[in-house]
């Protein structure tokens, strides 16, 4: 299974130190979500970074500075009118089905109740059969990976995998705890358990 990090939203001094963490360990997409941060902010907090890194990095805000820093994607949120492109946020089935093939990446949820914002989890009638469905009977030419987001910890990996899921996205699970490499280093163990071609992407 595939694993991508996602950023605190706000500024975090464990952050930087933990992003060396993180890529030493394998992870090929950090994704930097910071909704409050201005452009000029968030790319003066980019250029501070080794440019080593910069392909591995996707944002999700103030998508020009992609192309500028030779970063390594932007991320759409739901709402984006955008019809395709690298990777996309969607909370939906109908969503879903139509991304699928105008996406490389779809991150899909909540699938579990969320680590990070209260009350945000799966409505109660949630037809999980039919997400199986879409996501089991994707043929793999063009069709984006899907990632499941939203609660997922290292022991949930295994219900993203029966769901048919090709990875996740952590955030809670790594930055609510005291060591987020570690953190992230349980997550990455517990993903490759699941097979043999699991890694980080």
Known sequence: MRIVVISPE???????PAMEGFFAAGLERYHVRKPSWTGPE???????????????????QHH?????????????????????GESRSCHDLA???RYLRSYGQVVFGPIF????????????????????????????????????????????????????????????????????VRAFAGILGASERLGSTCHAA
């Open 113 to 180: 109740p969320s680590l990070t914002k209260a009350g945000y989890e799966p409505a109660a009638d949630f037809p999980w059969i039919e997400l199986r469905a879409v996501l089991r009977g994707r043929d793999d030419r063009g069709c984006a990976r899907v990632l499941a987001i939203g609660g997922v910890t290292a022991d949930r990996l295994e219900r993203c995998a029966e769901l048919g899921f090709d990875g996740a996205a952590v955030m809670g699970a790594v930055w609510n705890e005291p060591d987020p």
């Open 95 to 97: 969503q879903l089905r």
């Open 10 to 16: 706000s500024a975090d001094p464990r952050e930087v």
């Open 42 to 60: 968030l790319e003066a907090w980019l250029r501070r970074l080794p440019v080593g890194w910069r392909p591995r990095i996707m944002l999700h």
């Open 64 to 84: 020009s500075l992609s192309a500028i820093l030779g970063l390594g994607g932007r991320h759409e949120k739901g709402d984006s009118q955008r019809a395709e």
